[in-house]
């Protein structure tokens, strides 16, 4: 739609303060959301925002595996995170924050992480689909979300 393109540069012109709004259409079902940001965002992210605004049942799905996913992400820091006892690097964090957009898809079942002789990661789904983050060390610590 090339037409509807240019009307809508023609409108980020015309905002005051920098502001641009632009269209973004749910991944799913192609419903519209208006975005107004400071800087103007590209076409993957405002389709992102628009998908999580749709009220459709396959952007629903999405909007669940994202907060499971923040879920899990905030469970990995809780248990390997600067305030748990030995904490792992920032770049091992940030592996098992990635593992979980893998777990969390489906495009990975488990992944075990030997992080030294004594501590131990299982990042894994339970049989009902929630993401289980367990810690191994001398006592086992497993949340569930
Ligand atoms: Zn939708």
Redesign the pocket.
Known sequence: MPIQKKIVNEEKREKPEGLTTEPGY??????VAIATTPDGWPEAKLNEHA?LK???P??KNFQDIGKQKERAKDNIIKLFGSEAKNPVTEITLDLMKNSIDEIADGNIGKISMDINDEIKAVLSKTAKGKIKVTRKENYTATLIG
């Open positions: 749910c991944f799913y079902c192609g419903q998908t749709c009220s459709c396959e952007a």
